[in-house]
Every structure is written in C-alpha cells, then in structure tokens.
C-alpha cells in the first residue's frame, strides 16, 4: 500500500471523534440500541461448537459428581469450596490466594499475547447472549431489519405476540441460568431442596431466587453489551494489558484503504483504490456496534462476527479472505514477525513460578489438618513413677472422603502419649476434638519448656506430623 495513504489512515484514526464516546450511547448521553446482523461463516461455526459444548458443560456441572463430591463447588455459606472433586476448606486459604494470583498472571499474560479472546469465546456472558438469547431473538422476531420494523411498528397482535413470548422465554431461561448458579453456589441437592420448599417455607431464599433470575433477565434483554463495555473490569482493563503486539480482531487499513464503493469489472488499483468496498457488513454484524476499521476499540470483544462478515465479502468480489482477521496492530503496519515481547517474557517467568508453588502446595497438602496446645492454666504434673506429664488439647479437620481411625505418637523426645477417652475415629470431612497426655521422663527434657514432635498415624502410617510445646521443672 502506499505511505501517504497509510499515514492518511494514520492522521485519520488520530482525530477520530468516535474515540471520545461509546458507540452505544448518543451525544445526548442516550442509549443507542444496537441490533446486529445474524452472523454466518467459518468462524461463527467454529464458535457455535464451542458455545454449545460449554453450555452443555455449565448446565451439567452441578451433577457431575468425582469421588463423592461435585466437580465445582463454591458454598460460600457453609465456606466449603469443591474444585475437580478436591474438597478445600478455610484452612486452604493461602492456596486460594496463590491460585487467585497465578490466575489473576495467566489472565494477563494471555491478553497480552492473544488480546480478548477469551471474551469472544469462553465467557459465559458472550455465550449466553449470542448463542442462547439472540439465538431465540432471531427466531421470534427475525433478523436485524425485520427487529427493527417490529420496533418501530405500533403495538398490533404481531408485536405483543412476539414480544409477550420473547420475554416469557427470556424469563424461564433466566430461571433456568439462576438454578444453575445456585446449584454451583450451595449443591444439587440443597438447590432442589429449595425448590420443593416453595416460597412460604423459605421466604428469603425465594425472594433471592427470584432477585437473580431477575437480574439475569435484566442483563440479556436489556443491558447485553453495556456488560462488556462498561461494567465488565476485564473489558475496562484492556486499556492497560493489551500493545500493538497483541493478536486482535484487527482490520488491515494496509490493504482495504482507501476503502471505496465496488463496482463490477472495475480494476481497483488504476483509481488507487484498496480491497475495502465500504459495505459496512462488518459493522451491521457487529453486536457492540463498532466499526472494526476504525482501528482496536475498547468496545471489541472479538466475537469473530465481522471477519465472517468480510470474508464472504471478499469471496464475492474474488479477493482474498483476512481484511479482517486475528493479528497484530505492529504486524499489519510493519509486516515484521511475531515477536516475544520481554513484557511477556517477565510475565510468563512470574507466571511458571507462581504455577510451581501451587502445583508444590497441592502436592503437599495434607488430608489432614491437627492442632495440638497445651491445655490453658495448667501446669505440668510429677507422676508417681517420676516422669513429668503435660495435658494436651487436639482438634483434627479431616478434609478427604476418607474414615480415619487415628493413632498418637511421641516422636520426639523419646516417651509416650496417652489419650484421655476413647480412640479417635476422623469421620469423612469432619472435625473432632480430644485431649491426651505427653509423657516423658526429666531426663530427656531440655529444661522448662522443650519442643515434642507428636505423629498421627492411621493403621500403622504416619499422616501427619505436629511441633508442640512441653513443660517441665528447669
Ligand atoms: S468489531 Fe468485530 S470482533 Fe469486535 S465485537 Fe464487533 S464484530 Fe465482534
Ligand atoms: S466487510 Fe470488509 S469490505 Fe465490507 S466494509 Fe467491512 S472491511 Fe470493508
């Protein structure tokens, strides 16, 4: 393409107004309803398969059961928290901090590479309003000209009959969605429970219930793209992650510009036109009503809509496909290779070691977690034998599915422990609490306070070993 023309684009982009505002709301500050074209092509395919594989699996989730316990669990209530059939308690806290920051990495460095991706494939917002919610719209009310029309028309028996059933449909998918979360959020089982309870018997569960289908409704039949425009933090965050080497739905201004009406037969580089044909079917795809030629906009979720939208175009005219496609800004402008910047290098190195503590962590993490001290205000007993005898209180969480019958021993410096009561038995995901008594002759302690090594055994194996305090005569 010719410089001056891509300096043109360049000084164009520069000054362009559309920076100024979103393209969803007017001068007057008000909402511009955006209605976008159904999209068709290889990339809508591709998205589709993935969208209903991922709704299958969301919707399934809650009855997929591993060892007992479900796939995902977040009880924040009961503070019980299941991942992959791992059952983490508030004990696990610091693994969900190193978790929450190599995710909180992971995310950066991914949008950094491979720009917002995410969002126009995996987030559940995108595809449940593309694929579950303008799916039905399309049925009921047809495609974007036609929702139009039935917008603007006066409210006959065609329009309230649509609209009744749209919105009735929205409202029991809200319903369904919000069953789903809440079986995430307290189990299947607590989740049916409440839905035989009915609203007399649990008032403010029911009252939460329906405040959550409602505002599922709320977001995709009336906020849909303002989520990922202004609410979403990720999207307002792509200000900062993303460089002219991230890989976005990007237009190559190289070669559209100067974009210029298409007329058949017509031989487009005698008039110094590009292969842009300003059709604007990119833009009429478009869900968040941008114009991708208009360069990166905040506003972009990469849904893939508008390279579809181009490339049958371009097939049309007999051009190659990829006007618009994945690439980078540095890439279109200079052509130069993908390079793998030292920001992401830092990142990636931040990235392995974070991942290697928690891959440590959860290798190391106990199935067991047991607290002994000494019992408050008592001091150490002299036994008629001559040995000296401290009191002890244990508490044991059993985080696993497993039963325990669970043994003591001193390992530390030679003596013995005797329980106060009968066995311990650790029942699965339970806690119980007993006392025993350390016992060990003078002669091994170190003066008045000694450090003891107590083992918890199961059938012979050691699970689990505990540091304690012992007192004695100095
Ligand atoms: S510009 Fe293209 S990729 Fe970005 S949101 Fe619009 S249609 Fe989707
Ligand atoms: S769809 Fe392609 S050819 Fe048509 S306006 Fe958009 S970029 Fe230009």
Not at 145 to 174: G, N, P
Not at 269 to 288: A, L
Request: hydrophobic share 40%; proline share 4%.
């Amino acid at each position: 393409m010719k410089p001056e023309i891509a300096d043109l684009y360049k000084e164009q982009e520069e000054e362009a107004s559309y920076r100024d505002h979103i393209s969803t709301v007017d001068e007057s500050g008000k909402r511009v309803w955006v209605y976008p074209k159904k999209p068709k092509g290889k990339f809508t395919n591709y998205r589709m398969l993935v969208s209903i594989l991922l709704l299958l699996f969301l919707l399934a989730g809650p009855f997929i059961s591993i060892n007992g316990e479900p796939f995902l669990l977040m009880n924040i209530l009961e503070r019980k928290f299941v991942i992959f059939g791992q059952v983490f308690w508030p004990q696990d806290f610091h693994l969900a901090v190193i978790g929450m920051i190599t995710t909180v990495v992971f995310i950066i460095l991914f949008t950094i590479v491979f720009g917002r991706i995410f969002c126009g494939w995996l987030c559940p917002q995108t595809i449940f309003m593309e694929w579950v919610f303008r799916r039905l719209e399309y049925w009921i009310e047809g495609d974007y000209m036609k929702q139009k029309k039935l917008d603007r028309q006066d409210w006959d028996t065609e329009k309230v009959f649509k609209k009744a059933s749209k919105h009735l449909i929205f409202l029991v998918i809200s319903g369904v969605i919000m069953h789903t979360f809440m079986a995430y959020l307290i189990g299947v089982d607590q989740t049916w429970h409440l839905i035989q309870s009915g609203p007399t018997e649990k008032p403010v569960a029911f009252v939460v219930m329906v405040a959550l289908t409602g505002m599922f409704y709320g977001v995709f039949s009336r906020l849909r793209e303002q989520v990922c425009t202004t609410i979403c933090p990720y999207g307002r965050l792509q200000g900062v992650l993303l460089d002219r080497k991230s890989i976005v739905v990007a237009y190559d201004y190289q070669r559209g510009e100067a974009r210029g009406k298409y007329r058949k037969g017509e031989d487009r580089s005698v008039e110094n036109k590009g292969d842009c044909i300003d059709c604007k079917q990119c833009v009429y795809v478009c869900p968040t009503g941008i114009d991708i030629r208009n360069g990166t906009q905040l506003e972009c979720v990469n849904c893939t809509a508008c390279m579809d939208a181009c490339d049958s175009i371009m097939d049309a005219i007999g051009k190659p496909k990829g006007l618009v496609r994945y690439d980078s800004e540095d890439h279109i402008e200079t052509k130069t290779p993908f390079v793998f910047t030292g920001r992401m290098k830092a990142y990636t190195l931040a990235l392995l070691a974070l991942a290697g503590v928690l891959v440590t962590l959860l290798i190391v993490r106990s199935d067991l977690e047991t607290t002994i001290f000494r019992t408050p205000g008592m001091m150490y007993q002299e036994r008629p034998d001559g040995t000296i005898s401290n009191l002890y209180q244990l508490k044991i969480l059993n985080k696993s599915n497993n039963t325990y019958p669970v043994e003591f021993e001193l390992m530390e410096p030679a003596g013995s422990i005797e329980m106060v009561g009968e066995e311990m038995v650790l029942k699965k995901q339970g806690i119980e609490a007993g006392a025993f008594f350390i016992i060990i002759n003078p002669a091994e302690l170190d003066g008045l306070s000694t450090s003891v090594k107590v083992g918890v055994f199961s059938e012979g194996k050691l699970l689990e070993t505990v540091k304690t305090r012992f007192l004695g005569p100095s």
